[in-house]
Nanobody, 121 residues
């Protein structure tokens, strides 16, 4: 069994900061790409930020310069530092990881349960 467990969501005022964490656990052989997605009410899930095993990153245009993704490969953990938050950042944030379990032939996508982030104006 493999799971992703997120933490760090909550309520913050506009202009404030939050840091999300997501730890992968279980029978993990290897983790390739990790990332954060978000889904606001009535909208489709969208990529916020992604990071490769080697540390290359990409961001949605809407968060560039405000959010920073990082990972600790030794801890199988990915982080999302969110600064200068705006009300439009309000959404459920989901952790994603492309991982291979012991005994598996292929990598596959895994998702966390989601954590609510609410930014008040």
């Amino acid at each position: 069994q493999v799971q992703l467990v997120e933490s760090g969501g909550g309520l913050v005022q506009a202009g404030g900061s939050l840091t999300l964490s997501c730890a992968a656990s279980g029978s993990i052989l290897s983790i390739d790409r990790m990332g954060w997605y978000r889904q606001a009410p009535g909208k489709q899930r969208e990529l916020v930020a992604g990071i490769t095993f080697g540390g290359s990153t990409n961001y949605a245009d809407s968060v560039k310069g405000r959010f920073t993704i990082s990972r600790d490969n030794a801890k199988n953990t990915v982080y999302l530092q969110m600064n200068s938050q705006k009300p439009e950042d309000t959404a459920i944030y989901y952790c994603n990881a492309v991982m291979k379990q012991y005994g598996a032939r292929y990598y596959r996508d895994y998702w966390g349960q989601g954590t609510q982030v609410t930014v008040s104006s």
